[in-house]
């Protein structure tokens, strides 16, 4: 079974920095998208940052310009370097990757990581 382990979490200062990583199993290419997504107390789930398996990606509007997504296909790993820390950002994020249906882009296997803790202070 595919394991997603993200790391990389903590705590930092608005305006800071931080980097998630999130390692697979197995080859990340085998799934058609992989992405990050968050959720603060008493909000919902969001996504943050998907890459497609061609390498395009798609960013929530909240955090375009500061937030990166990036793959590492020889070590199997997806990243996400945030930039420009804000309160707001505060959340658990969690990995994900998806392998879809041809033509309908239904989803047929949905593989969760166990979730990082982000804090940003204000």
């Known amino acids: 079974q595919v394991q997603l382990v993200e790391s990389g979490g903590g705590l930092v200062q608005a305006g800071g920095s931080l980097r998630l990583s999130c390692a697979a199993s197995?080859?990340?290419?085998?799934?058609?998208?992989m992405g990050w997504y968050r959720q603060a107390p008493g909000k919902q789930r969001e996504l943050v940052a998907a890459?497609?398996?061609?390498?395009?990606?798609n960013y929530a509007d909240s955090v375009k310009g500061r937030f990166t997504i990036s793959r590492d296909n020889a070590k199997n790993t997806v990243y996400l370097q945030m930039n420009s820390l804000k309160p707001e950002d505060t959340a658990v994020y969690y990995c994900?990757?998806?392998?879809?249906?041809?033509?309908?882009?239904?989803?047929?296997?949905?593989?969760w990581g166990q979730g990082a803790q982000v804090t940003v202070s204000s």
């Open positions: 890459i497609l398996s061609g390498g395009s990606t």
């Open positions: 197995g080859s990340i290419i085998s799934f058609n998208a």
């Open positions: 994900n990757a998806k392998k879809l249906a041809p033509f309908t882009g239904r989803v047929v296997d949905d593989y």
